[in-house]
């Protein structure tokens, strides 16, 4: 399982970003996915999810309302919106996917992508 994770950059706050996350050679139909960060000093968090198995998103409270995870229509592909982004958005942001939506909760899900750089400035 291979995931390309793109998009990230440099931004001032109140900009938007949006990062991609592709799949190679396979689709995420029967995978939850979801987005993690992990900024310096700081735990991999998971900030956003899309849990296939019950149909149900998850935000963590801090972008709830800013952030919104998607996919294409394809299912290769997977998409972080992030809207109004603050400084304390900065972070190394990782995608990853597993069939079980518990290790993915958990943040420990088997497959991961490399990670991309969003940088706010104040």
């Known amino acids: 399982v291979q995931l390309q994770a793109s998009g990230g950059g440099l931004v001032q706050a109140g900009g938007s970003l949006r990062l991609s996350c592709a799949a190679s050679g396979y689709t995420f139909s029967r995978y939850s996915v979801g987005w993690f960060r992990q900024a310096p000093g700081k735990e991999r968090t998971l900030v956003a999810a899309?849990?296939?198995?019950?149909?149900?998103?998850y935000y963590a409270d801090s972008v709830k309302g800013r952030f919104t995870i998607s996919e294409n229509s394809g299912q290769d592909t997977v998409y972080l919106q992030m809207n109004d982004l603050n400084p304390e958005d900065t972070a190394v942001y990782y995608c990853?996917?597993?069939?079980?939506?518990?290790?993915?909760?958990?943040?420990?899900?088997?497959?991961w992508g490399q990670g991309t750089q969003v940088t706010v400035s104040s």
């Open positions: 990853a996917v597993d069939p079980n939506r518990t290790l993915l909760i958990r943040s420990s899900p088997r497959n």
């Open positions: 899309f849990l296939r198995s019950i149909n149900t998103y």
